[in-house]
């Protein structure tokens, strides 16, 4: 699985969804690849909304003065006012033009909704700000005040003890990481460093604790999607949206069997963010597809198989390989094309004579399997650890009909960590070259050298 970056054109103020959505059709033109895109990947509003972080925390004290009040960043246009992407006031603007230019093709980006409902809560519960102030400032006191040596007996690495991580300031499952180690040894720390007015109470050690409780489960569900088990940054790790569904189920129960004494408002938030950007895709049939041909889940998940079985097969046969004039997909199939026959093996020249060989049982001819049969016997085998792209590479002549839905389904991205990484060498190339048609080549060469050379 590869990601190419495939044009670079200027947003300018007025630009509008439409006429993104017509840049986007011509791009897709001129590469060959008109009609042929499974789903697009869209975020229901501006990407360019601000980041999410925890509310006072600030793991860089260098970067301190650009956090308002509530620790956001702010991001300013030229006049002082808070931008306004792509001239859209309100959210339903944005999100209702997506609607009709993509249609049932447009997917939300899922890292991108679970960051929102992580965002809504904090935002519900502002009691938080002060308490999360002090523990930002006991921190640095600490970080300044004790060896080092010291301080990596509690952190991981030293780098955090350093404010040196770029993405800290706007990560809220950074912030929260560093907060959670922070509370584990907290006596260690407040030994280590003597008594002082910046140490933390028994209330605000236990409302920290709290929080950290009830935003561990999404920490783990954005490590999942967003990237934590990356390890070379050069290589594309695609995360498939197989995994959104396990994610949301979890979060589901957890909220459902926490308790919050001391920020009741955040719990309630967050189940209110939940419900609404995350829950609908429980219902949805392409994320019960994907999450039920993905071999480490299948429908291990499921508390209705038989139902979710059925939704299953009505998918596989809506974008199977029998055409179908009034299905607008149809036009897709020449994406994924089915792979190359075999080459016949060569026929031994001792042809077998048919009387001296009679006694021989003649092979019976293999039937074709049905798409029920083919995933009857898939649903029979074991859940397996397996990567899924490599299972179904590995068990495309066994399930040939599953396997083509499973390399649609499959292309649908959790996050665009590889997308924003395409756009974080701009900065490299921008500084390096001004004029707008060479940054746009440096830029176009730098995103797909590997695709180019390798």
Known sequence: MRSALLACLPLTDVSSCSQILSDFEEVCFSHSVAGRAFRVVADAIPSTEKPCCLPGFLISPLQG??????????????????????????????????????????????SRSLQRCVKEGLRSCPQLSPTLRKASSFYHYITSAVPAEKLNQVFDTTALTSGSIPSALDDWAIQLKVLHRLLDSVDFLEELSGPNELSLGTSERVLLRELTDVLEPFTEAWDMVHGARQTDPLTDRHVPISLAMPCVLGLCKHLSETSAVHCPALLIALRQAVERLLAPLLQDPLYITATTLDPQFKLSWSNNPDWHRQVVLEELNKHSNTPNPTDPTTDLQAEYPSPPAPALSPVSPLSRPCKLFSFIKQRPMTQAKSLEQELAVYLREEPTDEEALHYWRRKAIDFPQLAQMAKRVFTIPACGTVVETIFSTVGCCQRTCDLPKNLETLIYLKANYRLLWT
Request: one cysteine or more; aromatic letters at 6%.
């Open 65 to 110: 003065s650009k956090q308002g009040e509530e620790g956001e960043v702010r991001h300013s246009t030229h006049n002082g006012e808070d931008s306004i992407p792509n001239g859209h006031n309100e959210e339903f603007e944005w999100e209702e033009s997506l609607e009709q230019g993509l249609g049932v093709c447009r997917v939300d980006c899922f």
